[in-house]
């Protein structure tokens, strides 16, 4: 499938594992294909993304703040784990901040896989792409495969900027058929 992506689609994809490495995820998801379509330079994803509020960095700071933290303090408080009495007994023991070091994840190596959520964006790219009789598979067809996901991690990331998917699937599909 990948040998009908156009060089902004294959980069998107490359910038997806790159963001999701970074962030030291094993494995890259649809909103890591979301960042790598917004990391483009130019085009009519990257364009509806700005329209609608978005940039590459405060994306991907974002991104980071939902997937950074692994813990769920309501849940460990249902079990009777209280988190910050756990931080002052550490910090009491072996100093402020003992808890604050460098992330503790290793950053994968070599190959990262795609998630399901990821492989059925990239599967709906190629629908988009079907569907808009189109040669082949652009960074814009990968951004209405990933907004076709619903639900997702992406749809999460867009929401908390008050962004709306369908909204945003509408916007760029205008687009798409202005620019034909």
Same mark, same amino acid.
């Given at each position: $499938? &990948?040998?009908? &992506? =156009?060089?902004?689609?294959?980069? =998107?994809v490359?910038?997806?594992?790159?963001?999701?490495? %970074?962030?030291?995820?094993? $494995?890259?998801?649809?909103?890591?294909?979301?960042?790598?379509?917004?990391?483009?330079d =130019?085009? @009519?994803?990257?364009?509806? +993304?700005?329209a609608?509020?978005?940039?590459?960095?405060?994306?991907?700071?974002? +991104?980071?703040?939902?997937?950074?933290?692994? +813990?769920?303090?309501?849940?460990?408080?249902?079990?009777? /784990? *209280?988190? #910050?009495? /756990?931080?002052?007994?550490? !910090?009491?023991? &072996?100093?402020?901040?003992?808890? *604050?070091?460098?992330?503790?994840? @290793? !950053?994968?190596?070599?190959? /990262?896989?795609?998630?399901?959520?990821?492989?059925?964006?990239?599967?709906?790219?190629?629908?988009?792409? /079907?569907?808009?009789?189109?040669?082949?598979?652009?960074? !814009?067809?990968?951004?209405?495969?990933?907004?076709? *996901?619903?639900? =997702?991690?992406?749809?999460?990331?867009? %929401?908390? &900027?008050?962004?709306?998917?369908?909204?945003?699937r509408? #916007?760029?599909?205008?687009?798409?058929?202005?620019?034909?």
């Amino acid at each position: $499938m &990948f040998e009908r &992506f =156009s060089p902004a689609a294959r980069d =998107s994809v490359l910038q997806a594992q790159v963001v999701a490495r %970074e962030l030291r995820q094993p $494995m890259i998801g649809s909103e890591h294909v979301l960042l790598g379509v917004l990391w483009q330079d =130019s085009g @009519p994803a990257r364009e509806a +993304l700005v329209a609608a509020g978005l940039d590459y960095p405060t994306a991907r700071e974002r +991104l980071a703040q939902l997937v950074g933290d692994e +813990l769920d303090p309501q849940a460990l408080a249902s079990l009777g /784990i *209280d988190l #910050d009495e /756990i931080r002052s007994r550490v !910090e009491r023991t &072996f100093g402020e901040g003992a808890l *604050d070091g460098p992330d503790r994840r @290793p !950053e994968p190596r070599g190959h /990262i896989p795609f998630s399901k959520g990821a492989k059925k964006a990239l599967e709906l790219s190629l629908r988009e792409a /079907i569907n808009l009789r189109s040669g082949g598979i652009d960074a !814009e067809h990968v951004l209405l495969g990933v907004l076709g *996901d619903v639900g =997702s991690l992406a749809h999460r990331l867009l %929401e908390s &900027f008050a962004v709306d998917p369908i909204r945003l699937r509408n #916007d760029l599909r205008g687009r798409l058929r202005a620019s034909a």
